[in-house]
């Protein structure tokens, strides 16, 4: 033991570093205590849950801080503490973490954003039985996505990737009572798997072919030149060569958590589980791993492109978040549910990360998902908050008018919402999207993703008008009086509101902190970086966009006073349209009558092949076997020897050949032989008659 | 320990054991406690004793019969005491969770223990008579459980375990008999040294003409109806699901290691090159294992038949690390990939044995709480009433399912780091296998602890505390080798690499 884990550190790695393990440890250490405590502990669970992701957050702002001092004088800002796992022949499998600008970005945003909404789920998960085991699985959850977070292991990172989605299965299927979240509990479980049987794959072949699972390790990580100049050497399926098939099948893994087309089917049904889970999980942090995986994995993508150039897996990379990104934008115009509205709209905002990164590198995508994640658990937490209030309604045409009723969450909603539309100027969205926008405009390969992208775009300021219209706008449609939510529940929603606004200053053109400090690069305030060719007109192409979405909005929806039973605006306008994306453009129903039917059947088959092919062969021969021991009973012992004596002749005859090898000692062969075939039949036919 | 015939006590002390329950009455339970308790401390010493070369340890060596080439020969490497512990350990289970035994307990446990016994001598033996005596021997009291205290169609199935097993026995047999007239010895060791040089062939050929490749055949179906194999493996759910649980969990848990643990103590070393000219069929067979096992659990209704085929679906990744490692002139990338998968293997036998013994020990308590159900529409919502069973039985399952962190993940990592890089289209298939099995145990979940709960299941009492206390050590070992998988691995690796070096495929 102490010989396996001995601590090799790779830089002189500074004491926050060796430390850095605490982050991810300090929740897993108060889940495993919640739930080991005699039930309910109520106070002690959130108490716990809630202290040890502040003393999360402290550590990753003290890592924070570490890693922008050291980029900030210039030095080399990753630091690694690798170790050994086990050892197979000479092989180390080695985890390990890593410290550096990409981490400590990632572990302040899912510290920060957890912490809010711990807090916010003690008043919004107040009056449920099962409180404690919620703050046990919150825990939980934080600490496999911390790991995530840290990992320089492929390994390390896996292991917390699969604990995410352990404890996204059971928080979805938190209230296990209602079969619908059972059933989504398990759905979202198994189509994440698809993809991660890909990725165990990928992860197989590069630590076969890199001899190692560590990112880095000083030259001789899989992420490293040396390494990844061996795979591109080594030729695959398909004109791939090893480097861009391993990246698509790690992709394939992305792909499953980040819910892009076709395996986004689980995310909607995932808003089974509570609010606080939907916006912790399924909007701001586990959603988003599949795409840190991508920017982890980045130097692998992107291995082999010429200058200004792209690799197949990039390619790929962009085309399914590109047309993720217009094709759940499109399902969620159509949907009435305002959990769901926010999932497809999750699921699109994560293909415009892909598209990003896919296009414009590790700084573009990671940017989105920074924004994203504080608006879109913003706006999370805010329909939590009115599905609070409207006493668990969550059908948008049953609410109405609740800016009155609801002026802070209103106020809060409304900020998340321009956000994801891309606002122009003071919302964070504006400026990460414009740079997924900018980066496709510029793609060598084509340039229909842009294209895709704008729509999309248009898209979202479209459906998020007409979801606030129906929420906020117009009169009361529901039944008892909505009511503002506890304070508890809208402080956090201020601290997310101004996040929301105030990030996008780290990532303008002016000043591109966030690229500088991702690349490590030095940058400064200069506003010469708006006099870029084409992109103040590109920011003028976006905000035309954004305000044709609004206002397009704002005229079919706003203002309005529909009942609640009588069909949409649009659905009167095109039926047949309406429907199918409504009905989420009937993939659901689709895998339904190929991949769940064909498992059913193959179980059968499987089954069949049992009980009749390979079951009726040794029935077959057990019949035989049962008739030549009735013919035993029957007759007489005589038989017995009969047999015992034709079965000594046949012996001894092979024993004669032998005989002639080895002289004078086959009797005593003959002797064992004849004992143990008398055994076997003894055996036999008593066994068979028993 | 020096000089005491440490690994003969382990094997008679259960037959000590057993000789006192049957004369025991109500107590017979005690005792039987009290002799697997004391055989899984003296099993954990012996894992401590070992050699740290990875060598055989603990050598026991007597004349015997030595015309007849037959020898007392005992030891064991990190291979051998490991299964040496599992045994103990699935005894231990089996003996907790048999608390309701009222029809003649003497004889039931005297029957568990004369079977413990059988697997520590199969575990240790060096020499073919002595081993073959008690695989033989384990098997009379598997059949008599099931015979005596099995279900309502035990008769059948009591049969045709015994009868098939019986089958691959004198196919095993009469491909040793062979071997031993060719060669005049049954040591395992000698012959091993034999078969690395390629003398063991020439010996068979020059005696018995070219059968190598037949006794090779002879003893790979041997171990395919023990494992079992696809398509050697029909006895299986019948006799999983008639045997009583707690036989159930001495089945799966110990006695199907049997059949790996011959394949690696016996098939590898002394028909590598055989098995490496038949590579491929066997790799489709064991592919079939994992993916038809998988899909047929998928199928069923009764817990105990589910559980039975997600036995057959995990011992075929052993079976595809096995056939996937026997590569000739293997590079040094090569011999790194033998190593994982045989690490890996090894590691899932062990993991095996333990998951599926606690799953038909959360199956048997299933069935005394709502009175014999154990079909899965007949559960519901299990989890409000009993949460602490609810989650201790979610932990096993999920060890099943191969999540990171719990201990079935490692072997299985391993064995697919292994495999990939030596057999990547069976690997790639036999993933399926791993998304199978995720559905098929989130389908028990969801059908056994959601939902509406059916009337039989109000009122299911959750675990008392002595179940919690008897739980506790077995889903904290899932977790602690889940991560620490160095516990076991630092020990079994250097077996690995011996093994690997005597082997010549």
């Known amino acids: 033991m102490q010989e396996s884990i001995s601590f090799t550190p790779q830089l002189a790695a500074s004491s926050i570093a060796h430390l850095l393990w605490l982050v991810p440890a300090a929740p897993i250490v108060a889940a495993g205590v919640t739930a080991l405590l005699k039930q309910p502990k109520r106070k002690t669970s959130a108490t716990m849950a809630i202290g040890s992701m502040s003393l999360s957050l402290m550590l990753s702002l003290v890592a924070f801080a570490h890693v922008v001092g050291a980029w900030a004088q210039g030095l080399a800002a990753r630091e690694t503490v690798n170790f050994s796992w086990i050892q197979f022949g000479a092989t180390n499998v080695d985890l390990g973490w890593v410290l550096d600008p990409l981490s400590a970005i990632m572990l302040v945003m899912v510290t920060l954003v957890g912490l809010l909404i711990f807090i916010y789920s003690v008043g919004y998960m107040a009056h449920d039985e099962n409180f404690t085991r919620f703050f046990c699985f919150l825990s939980l959850f934080a600490g496999g996505m911390l790991t995530v977070v840290i990992a320089n292991s492929l390994l390390l990172f896996f292991m917390g990737w699969e604990i995410v989605g352990l404890t996204s299965y059971l928080l979805i299927g938190f209230w296990y009572q209602k079969p619908s979240a059972a059933a989504a509990a398990k759905k979202a479980f198994l189509v994440t798997r698809v993809g991660d049987v890909f990725f165990l794959l990928g992860i197989v072949w590069l630590f076969a072919q890199t001899g190692t699972l560590l990112f880095y390790n000083n030259g001789a990580g899989s992420m490293e030149h040396a390494a990844l100049a061996a795979l591109l050497g080594q030729p695959a399926l398909l004109g791939l060569t090893a480097a861009g098939a391993i990246g698509l099948l790690i992709f394939a893994g992305a792909a499953g958590k980040s819910g892009q087309f076709p395996l986004h089917v689980w995310l909607p049904d995932a808003m089974e589980g509570p609010t606080p889970v939907s916006a912790l999980i399924h909007a701001a942090t586990m959603v988003a791993a599949g795409v840190y995986l991508v920017a982890r994995v980045y130097p692998l993508m992107q291995a082999g492109a010429l200058a200004g150039g792209t690799t197949t897996a990039l390619t790929v990379v962009t085309w399914v978040g590109a047309f993720t990104a217009v094709f759940a934008a499109l399902i969620a115009v159509a949907q009435n549910d305002i959990k769901r509205i926010l999932a497809y709209s999750t699921v699109s905002q994560l293909g415009y990360m892909m598209a990003g990164l896919g296009m414009g590198g590790v700084a573009v995508g990671m940017f989105h998902l920074i924004t994203h994640a504080f608006f879109k658990a913003l706006l999370f937490m805010g329909a939590g908050s009115v599905i609070h209030g409207c006493h668990d309604e969550q059908d948008i045409r049953r609410m109405g008018g609740l800016k009155a009723d609801m002026p802070l969450t209103f106020v809060t909603y409304a900020i998340g919402m321009l956000a994801l539309c891309g606002f122009p100027l003071l919302f964070s969205g504006f400026w990460s999207k414009d740079g997924i926008l900018e980066a496709a405009q510029h793609w060598s390969v084509a340039k229909t993703p842009f294209y895709m992208l704008v729509f999309g775009a248009l898209l979202t300021a479209f459906y998020m008008t007409r979801q606030v219209a129906y929420v906020f706008f117009g009169h009361w449609r529901g039944g008892k009086t909505a009511h503002e939510s506890p304070s508890s529940m809208t402080t956090p929603l201020w601290i997310l509101a101004i996040f929301a606004m105030a990030l996008g200053l780290i990532g303008t053109p002016a000043w591109p902190w966030f690229r500088a400090f991702l690349e490590g690069h030095a940058t400064r305030f200069d506003m010469l970086g708006f006099a870029e060719p084409g992109l103040l007109a590109l920011m003028g192409v976006s905000t035309v966009v954004v305000f044709l979405g609004l206002g397009l909005g704002w005229r079919v929806y706003g203002n309005r006073t529909p009942n609640p039973d009588e069909p949409d605006v649009l659905e009167a306008a095109s039926p047949l349209v309406w429907g199918w994306l409504h009905d989420r453009l009937y993939i659901d129903e689709f895998y339904g009558l190929t991949v769940v039917a064909f498992y059913g059947w193959w179980g059968r088959v499987s089954d069949w092949l049992d009980r009749r092919v390979w079951g009726g062969l040794v029935s077959a021969v057990a019949r035989v076997f049962g008739l030549w021991a009735q013919l035993n009973r029957f007759l007489d012992t005589n038989v017995v020897d009969g047999s015992f004596d034709k079965g000594c002749d046949e012996l001894a005859s092979g024993g004669g050949l032998l005989a002639r090898v080895q002289n004078g000692r086959v009797q005593t062969y003959l002797r064992i032989l004849a004992l143990a075939v008398a055994a076997l039949a003894v055996l036999l036919i008593w066994s068979s008659r028993a | ?505």
């Not at chain 2, 240790?124 to 099995?150: Q, R």
């Not at chain 2, 055949?217 to 006895?235: I, N, R």
């Not at chain 2, 995990?314 to 096995?322: E, F, P, S, T």
């Open chain 2, 1 to 505: 320990m020096n000089g005491l015939p440490v690994l003969t006590l382990l094997t008679v002390l259960p037959l000590v054991g057993a000789a006192i329950a049957l004369v025991a009455g109500k107590h017979a339970r005690d005792v039987a406690l009290l002799t697997t308790l004391a055989s899984l401390v003296v099993a954990v010493l012996i894992w401590m004793r070992l050699p740290l070369d990875g060598s055989i340890g603990l050598v026991e060596r007597a004349v015997w019969a030595p015309s007849l080439g037959i020898e007392y020969h005992l030891g064991v490497d990190a291979l051998g005491a490991l299964m040496l512990l599992l045994s103990a350990i699935v005894t231990l289970m089996s003996v907790d969770a048999a608390h309701r035994v009222h029809h003649q307990p003497g004889l039931y446990f005297a029957l568990v223990l004369v079977l413990e016994a059988g697997l520590f001598g199969s575990f240790t033996a060096l020499n073919f008579f002595h081993w073959f005596l008690f695989w033989e021997l384990s098997l009379i009291p598997a059949f008599f459980l099931i015979k005596l205290w099995g279900g309502t169609r035990r008769g059948p199935a009591a049969t045709q375990f015994f009868i098939y097993t019986m089958a691959g026995s004198v196919a095993l047999l009469l491909a040793f008999l062979a071997v031993f007239l060719s060669t005049n010895s049954m040591d395992f060791p000698h012959l091993t040294l034999l078969a690395s040089t390629g003398e063991l062939e020439q010996m068979v050929t020059a005696h018995l003409g070219p059968v190598t490749m037949w006794l090779a055949v002879g003893v790979l179906v041997g171990f395919a109806v023990k494992v079992p194999m696809v398509p050697f493996h029909t006895w299986l759910p019948a006799a999983y699901a008639e045997a009583p649980s707690p036989v159930t969990m001495l089945l799966t848990g110990a006695m199907s290691k049997m059949g790996v643990y011959g394949l690696l103590r016996i098939a590898l070393p002394l028909f590598g090159a055989q098995i490496a000219q038949i590579r491929t069929p066997l790799l489709v067979m064991a592919v079939a294992t994992v993916v038809m096992g998988a899909w047929a659990a998928a199928a069923q209704k009764d817990l105990k038949r589910i559980f039975a085929y997600m036995s057959v679906n995990h011992l075929g990744y052993c079976l595809l690390g096995i056939f996937a490692l026997a590569v000739p002139n293997a590079g040094a990338a090569a011999q790194a990939s033998q190593a994982a998968a045989l690490n890996g293997v090894i590691l899932q036998m062990f993991n095996h044995g333990l998951t599926a013994a606690a799953l038909f020990w959360f199956v048997a308590m299933l069935q005394t709480r709502t009175g014999g159900h154990r079909g899965i529409d007949q559960f519901g919502g299990l989890r409000k009433p009993a949460p602490v069973l609810a989650g201790l039985m979610g932990i096993a399952l999920f060890s099943s399912l191969g999540l990171p962190g719990l201990n079935g993940f490692v072997g299985e990592f391993l064995i697919f780091r292994g495999v990939f890089p030596l057999a990547w289209v069976a690997a790639t298939v036999s993933v399926l296998g791993l998304l199978v099995t995720a559905a098929v145990i989130l389908t028990v979940i969801q059908k056994v602890f959601t939902g509406p709960a059916p009337e039989h299941c109000v009122g299911f009492p959750d675990l008392h505390n002595g179940e919690k206390m008897a739980l506790a050590p077995v889903i904290g070992l899932m977790l602690l080798i889940g991560l620490l998988p160095s516990l076991i691995v630092d020990t079994l690796n250097p077996t690995v690499v011996n093994l690997l070096a005597h082997w010549r495929f």
